[in-house]
């Protein structure tokens, strides 16, 4: 697969922007490696499952602090809600994927028969019991180690060397 990109890459792209593509495919190749093993797959499967399933607990838990009135909106449902927002979330956005996550989330919920106030505020509820803890556990990692924006500007221009 590498021939055949540095083969189109050369022929057909400028350069610079041939250079670029060639850097990303080798860059996506190298992550597939992982899937050559069956064990690796299951691996990644059942650790994925494990994964979705423990955040749709924390929907659930989230949830019950809500009165959703009629609605029935069951963990099957929830599950769903996950799946859609967090592809959703794979659209480019604003930081915290503000607006990804929550307008699908609303959407889904309104589906199930939750009135769009109720569903509002559980989507935002929901989106920060979900960001703010692993942010603020980042932030802590960064001042212990010393780090500062700036950091990351370097570690970028490393990178491109």
């Known amino acids: 697969m590498e021939r055949v990109v540095d083969w189109l890459a050369t022929r057909l792209l400028p350069e610079k922007v041939g250079t670029a593509v060639r850097d990303f495919i080798g860059r996506f190749l190298t992550g597939l490696v992982s899937l050559r093993s069956f064990r690796n797959v299951l691996m990644i499967f059942f650790t994925s499952v494990l994964i979705w399933l423990l955040e749709t607990v924390k929907y659930w838990f989230v949830m019950h602090a809500f009165d959703f009135g009629t609605a029935e909106v069951t963990f099957f449902a929830l599950m769903l809600m996950n799946g859609v ?20 989330g609303i959407e889904v919920l309104a589906l199930y028969g939750v009135a769009r106030p109720v569903a509002t505020a559980y ?17 802590y990692y960064m001042l212990r180690e010393g780090l500062g924006w700036s950091d990351f500007g370097r570690a970028v221009e490393i990178q491109d060397k």
Do not use: K, M, R
């Open 123 to 139: 989507t935002l509820v929901l989106h920060a019991a979900l960001w703010l803890p692993i942010t603020l556990l980042g932030a």
């Open 85 to 104: 927002v967090n592809l959703a979330t794979t659209l480019p956005s604003a930081p915290g994927y503000v607006g990804t996550f929550d307008t699908p």
